[in-house]
């Protein structure tokens, strides 16, 4: 274990909360009887997906139930044996509240059951060194991270980017680092603890496979020190590993766990603006993602993931693996919810108030806060800015954020750009110094939604313009066209009048007449021919 | 809406600098007498009755606008300003042309370009330049000697006595400042022009102890990160610097940097004049700018400028620049390409 | 008085010769500001500005001084941005805004007849002659100048449902501030 010698600019110290969950064994809750599994055909980042069967048919669990085109893109498979009852628009696990389209499966009776005794197989699984090198060794890169794409893996640390797309950008360029993300800074989670802590040899696993694809010249895991077990079982894990992994400690300080401040925690390198870092030869993956990536390549794919619930409302808070699709409501109600509560999607920072709790568990689903709406405390009285400049000190992108607020306030969209919006990564800790307790994050939030949405007009009319113009060039050569032929016809026409009139060549009728003359002889001419040689 | 956030509220901040105030008044009271606080208590209501008073007209909710503490600040900024015996209704004026037109007019808290306390001052300045240059004779029990009293003071200031037995003209007098400038002018040398002052040690003894306090209170309130310490180095070491050097090529002509840095509003000005977060630069190295511009700017016109102390002009003048040294002054974001 | 007049006189030259070098040697080819204009307006060519399009109403609006307020796809966007580029004061709009929209074919209905493909100004309607015709999505500008001609009245302008794709995050200043 080491620790580390960079830092990043800001960051805060939020309370952690993770007392509730953080020593609690990861245990598995599936589907009750009258529950439905609803997965949304788009989960993350990607094009999306289109459903290959049709209402009515049976699946089986782990099967594959969609497709999807493009690098950019990760099908999605049903976590239980059932039939599909339904494809159509759901309530959405998203900010919006608005529905999307879902596949619904309803689970074949008593299937709950083998799903959590193949959970509990899956802990206490062992892993085949020598086999998964003879695996790996016998693929290709490209078919390795086409495994892993059809398994499903995306990001599991809450973005959702496509782990395959991510790899593809790695073995095109010389991967300097590998950086694996232990980091969990939010407060409140603790799925990304307990699964170091439990299965750290999958994680190993996982990175394993990442060192044969992209032969790295360092892998470095980091985990925030406020994880002193998670460290230890790490270390135990890397010792029996073939590859060289180094676990880095990190003082704990939020958002350390953000993709770009871990680069720079890790490494002291800055990842360029509007770049991947694949661009300074890194790639950064989550401890989940890595474990998933590692199943995948086995033939499991990505069907369940581990969900911290958490918070006053709950009596059972813990770490659950739970299938992907099962609804929130079924998975609240399992852990004892109470009623009258403000659910939250995600971790107290990032994440984003749930309205309707039909809505499933997504692959993107790392944590569930459920808190007593009498425990909440009232929303705090906002003020004016008073150009402090905390949020500017708290700003892990070292952007301004007083700027970003009056320019996005004073709808100065340009403004907003020019400072650089599009380098926020939305982390909250502007928010949270503020003295005058002005939603700041909202704003940027608003402003890239409306800088978008005006390129995406101008995209269009940009393209109306080029079609017009074309339709009119076309009606305006048709014409011309038009014009010439018709020009040439009557000059046609003009000159046969004129060829006629002025000599006397013979007519149709002589011409005629002289034909049939002809064939007459050679009519008469074959016959005498014929009778000479009879 | 998630929220979770830190402790700190902004009537929290203003609470801070308001405590970080006390050492100077009390330094203010035993030197000077209890005017200054005699002005703090008519100045703060009045501050946060007009402030209540104009939000009202522009159909807001008053009073959450006035907790947040920002009135009742403006009001001891000034009231640490004021000459001590100046009349009350001179310090009504002062405070009300603050909360309302400079600070109220623009919009109300943080959109106001102008630092509201020093406009305060500076229009009592300029227009009643008698009263408010007439300052009294640091006595009391740290200098020696006696100070003027309570019922004195009260007195004099409320303008209640027929035939005070003290007048205005026979207790006050110049600050040092401004003795020192009358002494220059009459062809004095600087180690000739401490001597005219009263005790004169460094700056005038009771001056340099109210900046000393005033110094202690930022002290605290950069440990205590309440602002940041760009501003008051910057202007503190641009002093420092500027009046060593014109002090050594000329030391009969201009006076140590020393007397520079504990005479007058210096201290009072760059802990808590000058870092008023509304109307600096916003930017850590436009701070560094600001500051020193304002430390530059305070010894140029104490030097060579009509009036004896500079504080609150320079704080004006670089308030106007304020959104220029933002512009220039941004910093490098994460992953900044030289190319972008 | 006569060195006076000579050096106005001899100024005013100067300047005069350097405008008029200036005005020749950095002449601006075309007109930079209809082409503001026209990147402005949303290209639907649907003609409810009174001009044939919409770059004859960038044309009208920069040299015949053409009301900004006219065009009601672009809606308070475009009239906003179009009194910020010509310093002009923003006007309410005429017309009132209609939420975006595209055309439908009613396919049982059609009859093949070509005359709504011809009426597109961005031939977004696919066909030919006695055979389906069809409304390409991705190309409607929601002009809707292919309703008329339709002789069994067959189109209809259906509004665009938001999807969830197209979901934004909701301006924050629905909140009232203190002060």
């Known amino acids: ?534 | 809406m998630i929220k979770t956030t830190a402790d700190s509220t902004t009537a929290r901040e203003m609470l801070k600098v308001i405590a970080a105030l006390i050492p100077g008044y009390i330094a203010l009271s035993l030197i000077f007498g209890p005017g200054a606080l005699i002005h703090a208590a008519i100045m703060i209501p009045v501050a946060m009755l007009a402030e209540a008073t104009i939000i009202w007209m522009r159909s807001r909710s008053a009073v959450p606008a006035i907790k947040d503490l920002s009135a009742p600040l403006t009001a001891l900024l000034l009231a640490a300003a004021l000459p001590p015996l100046l009349p009350w209704w001179m310090a009504i004026v002062g405070i009300l042309f603050a909360i309302i037109i400079a600070k109220q007019l623009y919009g109300g808290l943080g959109q106001n370009p102008f630092n509201p306390a020093m406009v305060g001052y500076v229009i009592l300045l300029v227009s009643f330049p008698l009263e408010m240059t007439s300052w009294l004779t640091p006595a009391g029990a740290i200098v020696g000697g006696d100070t003027i009293g309570f019922i004195q003071s009260a007195e004099i200031i409320f303008g209640t006595i027929e035939n005070p037995s003290i007048t205005i003209d026979g207790v006050t007098g110049a600050t040092p400042l401004d003795a020192m400038k009358t002494a220059l002018y009459q062809g004095l040398t600087i180690s000739e022009g401490i001597k005219e002052i009263s005790n004169g040690v460094l700056a005038g003894s009771g001056w340099e102890i109210i900046n000393l306090t005033f110094l202690i209170g930022g002290i605290y309130l950069i440990a205590s990160r309440t602002i940041s310490w760009h501003i008051p180095v910057s202007m503190l070491v641009a002093l420092l610097i500027i009046s060593a050097l014109f002090n050594t090529v000329d030391p009969d002509r201009y006076s140590t940097p020393l007397y520079h840095l504990l005479s007058g509003g210096t201290m009072l000005g760059a802990f808590f004049i000058a870092t008023d977060p509304v109307t600096a630069s916003t930017t850590p190295r436009g701070r560094i700018w600001f500051g020193a511009c304002i430390g530059i700017l305070i010894y140029t016109i104490r030097s060579w400028g009509g009036y004896p102390d500079a504080v609150a002009f320079s704080v004006l003048l670089l308030n106007m620049f304020t959104p220029l040294i933002d512009h220039f002054t941004q910093p490098k974001i994460y992953g900044e390409r030289d190319n972008g | 008085m006569l060195i006076a007049a000579l050096v106005i006189g001899g100024m005013a030259t100067l300047f005069g010769a350097l405008l008029g070098y200036a005005s020749v040697h950095y002449k601006v080819e075309g007109d930079p500001i209809t082409d503001k204009i026209d990147q402005i307006l949303p290209q639907t060519q649907c003609g409810q500005c009174g001009y044939p399009g919409c770059r004859p109403y960038a044309e009208a609006i920069s040299n015949e001084g053409a009301a900004i307020n006219l065009c009601p796809p672009g809606g308070e966007t475009v009239m906003v941005s179009l009194a910020d580029l010509l310093d002009r004061e923003p006007v309410a709009l005429e017309q009132e805004e209609r939420p975006p929209s595209l055309a439908l074919i009613d396919e049982k209905t059609c009859i093949g007849c070509t005359l709504c493909i011809q009426a597109c100004p961005v031939d977004a309607i696919l066909g030919a002659a006695k055979l389906m015709h069809t409304v390409i999505a991705t190309e409607c500008t929601g002009c809707e100048l292919c309703l008329a001609p339709c002789p069994v009245d067959c189109i209809t302008m259906e509004p665009i449902p938001t999807d969830i794709t197209d979901w934004s995050w909701p301006d924050p200043d629905m909140f009232k501030v203190a002060a």
């Open chain 1, 1 to 534: 274990m080491t620790l580390t010698n960079f830092k990043f600019h800001g960051g805060i110290h939020p309370k952690q909360l993770k007392d509730l969950s953080r020593d609690r064994a990861i245990e598995s809750i599936s589907w009750r009887d009258e529950d439905e599994i609803v997965i949304t055909l788009s989960q993350g980042i990607g094009s999306l997906n289109h459903p290959i069967l049709s209402i009515g048919d049976s699946v089986q669990a782990k099967q594959r139930i969609s497709e999807c085109y493009g690098e950019i893109s990760v099908p999605v498979h049903s976590p239980c044996d059932g039939t599909i009852t339904a494809i159509e628009e759901r309530p959405a696990t998203h900010p919006s509240g608005l529905q999307a389209v879902a596949i619904v499966i309803k689970p074949d009776a008593d299937s709950s059951k083998i799903d959590i005794n193949k959970a509990n197989d899956l802990v206490n699984h062992k892993i085949d060194v020598s086999k998964l090198s003879e695996l790996l060794s016998s693929l290709t890169a490209e078919e390795i991270i086409s495994k892993i794409r059809i398994g499903g893996v995306i990001g599991l640390g809450g973005a959702g980017f496509p782990t395959c797309a991510k790899l593809h950008g790695g073995i095109k360029t010389n991967i300097e680092t590998l950086i694996i993300n232990g980091m969990e800074c939010e407060p409140r989670i603790t799925c990304d603890d307990r699964l170091m802590r439990e299965r750290a040899i999958e994680i190993i696993a996982g990175v394993e496979i990442l060192d044969h694809l992209l032969h790295p010249n360092s892998i470095k895991i980091g985990v925030e020190d406020n994880k002193p077990e998670a460290i230890l079982a790490l270390e135990i894990a890397t010792t029996s590993s073939t590859s060289s992994i180094e676990i880095i400690t990190t003082p704990t300080l939020y958002p350390s766990g953000g993709e770009r401040q871990l680069i720079q925690l890790l490494t002291g390198k800055e990842v360029p603006s509007g770049t991947l870092p694949s661009a300074i030869g890194v790639v950064c993956q989550n401890v989940a993602t890595v474990a998933a990536l590692y199943h995948a390549l086995l033939e499991r794919p990505l069907t369940h993931r581990v969900v911290t619930v958490t918070g006053d409302g709950v009596e059972s808070a813990g770490n659950y693996s739970v299938p992907i699709g099962i609804p929130i409501d079924s998975l609240l109600t399992q852990c004892g919810v109470v009623d009258s509560v403000r659910i939250t999607v995600g971790g107290p920072m990032m994440g984003f108030e749930l309205h309707n709790s039909r809505s499933p568990i997504t692959k993107t689903v790392n944590c569930l806060i459920v808190e007593k709406n009498s425990s909440l405390p009232s929303a705090p009285e906002r003020y004016n800015c008073i150009r402090c400049a905390s949020c500017s000190d708290a700003c892990p992108a070292k952007l301004m954020p007083q700027q970003l607020y009056w320019a996005a306030q004073s709808r100065d969209f340009e403004q907003t750009e020019k400072l650089n919006l599009f380098d926020c990564i939305e982390c909250g800790c502007c928010d949270f110094v503020c003295p005058s307790k002005i939603p700041l994050v909202s704003y940027y939030r608003y402003a890239k939604g409306v800088i978008r949405g005006a390129k995406q007009e101008q995209n269009r009319a940009d393209e109306a313009r080029v079609r017009h113009e074309f339709h009119d060039a076309r009606i305006t050569r048709e014409k011309a066209e038009k014009a010439e032929k018709l020009a040439k016809k009557r000059a046609a026409l003009k000159a046969k009048k004129e060829s006629n009139k002025s000599t006397d060549k013979p007519n149709d009728a002589d011409k005629k007449g002289a034909a049939i003359r002809a064939a007459i002889k050679r009519a008469e001419a074959k016959k005498k021919a014929a009778a000479a040689n009879s």
